[in-house]
Nanobody, 126 residues
Framework: VQLQASGGGLVQAGGSLRLSCAAS????????MGWFRQAPGKEREFVAAVSRNGFNTRYADSVKGRFTISKVGARNTVALQMNSLTSEDTAVYYC????????????????????WGQGTLVTVSS
């Protein structure tokens, strides 16, 4: 499975962006998916994740109430709606997916994901 992330760009502080991540083939509802980000000079960090059935979500404390993760369409696409962006959100954002046996598993640790996208850059200007 290959993942293609898109939607990054330059936005002013307080603005919004919507990231999308599409799988190269239909994964149905067999994969949980997540978003991570890596800012310059920092380690990759968890942002948000959603279970394979789309019903369970987890968020990093830093984005709660501002970001929303959701599965879209045939469930092989995941979106990340980002609102009220700040300069602290500037990073390369990566999507990831993991084959799941259970419907409601949500993963927050990078090593638990099997497939990764190439990353999309989000720059928030203050």
């Amino acid at each position: 499975v290959q993942l293609q992330a898109s939607g990054g760009g330059l936005v002013q502080a307080g603005g919004s962006l919507r990231l999308s991540c599409a799988a190269s083939r239909r994964t149905g509802n067999m994969h949980s998916m997540g978003w991570f980000r890596q800012a310059p000079g920092k380690e990759r960090e968890f942002v948000a994740a959603v279970s394979r059935n789309g019903f369970n979500t987890r968020y990093a404390d830093s984005v709660k109430g501002r970001f929303t993760i959701s599965k879209v369409g045939a469930r092989n696409t995941v979106a990340l709606q980002m609102n009220s962006l700040t300069s602290e959100d500037t990073a390369v954002y990566y999507c990831a997916s993991s084959y799941e046996r259970l419907m409601d598993t949500v993963r927050v640790n990078p090593p638990e994901y099997q497939f990764w996208g190439q990353g999309t850059l989000v720059t928030v200007s203050s």
